[in-house]
């Protein structure tokens, strides 16, 4: 189902966009003092605002997109559009972000190469990841002070 789905085409409505209220939570009350609470007014806020600031970068890097004819926003046109909209504060830490984003792609792309380049079958890799597991469930299968070391270790 697309996110356009039920909405007559025109998009969803402000009403539908919204990012997860435990996630918010949880990052807000990490960032605050132990001793310091957020309100659910609060945190409905801070998810209100958020929300407004994803929309007004968006938008401007759609702008910047159509006047480069370009079909999909890519990751320079929302640092284009920070600096446009005053947050050229903001572009050093998203371009830090972007950077450790492209490595773990990198390193994701490396391990599926390193399965692939194992040499073995899909059947043997099958018959290995069998093996692996089989061997988990022994281990917690077996009483808490008789567990044997793994052989990797």
């Known amino acids: 189902m697309s996110d356009r789905e039920g909405h007559s085409g025109a998009g969803p409505s402000d009403e539908d966009l919204s990012l997860p209220k435990a996630t918010v939570a949880k990052m807000i009350s990490e960032l605050l003092p132990a001793e310091v609470t957020c309100a659910k007014d609060t945190r409905d806020l801070v998810i209100e605002c958020c929300v407004e600031f994803i929309h007004l970068i968006s938008s401007e890097a759609n702008e910047i997109c159509e006047q480069e004819s370009k079909k999909t926003i890519a990751p320079e046109h929302i640092i284009t559009a920070l600096k ?23 390193d994701r792309e490396k391990k ?7 040499g073995l079958t899909p059947e043997e890799l099958m018959a290995k990841q069998e093996e692996l597991f089989a061997a988990s469930r022994a281990r917690f299968a077996q009483p808490q002070g008789q567990q044997q070391p793994s052989a990797e270790t």
């Open 112 to 118: 599926a190469d390193k399965i692939k380049d194992s």
């Open 84 to 106: 446009r909209l005053g947050f050229d504060s903001f572009t050093s830490e998203v371009e830090d972000v972007l950077k450790d984003h492209k490595q773990q792609q990198k």
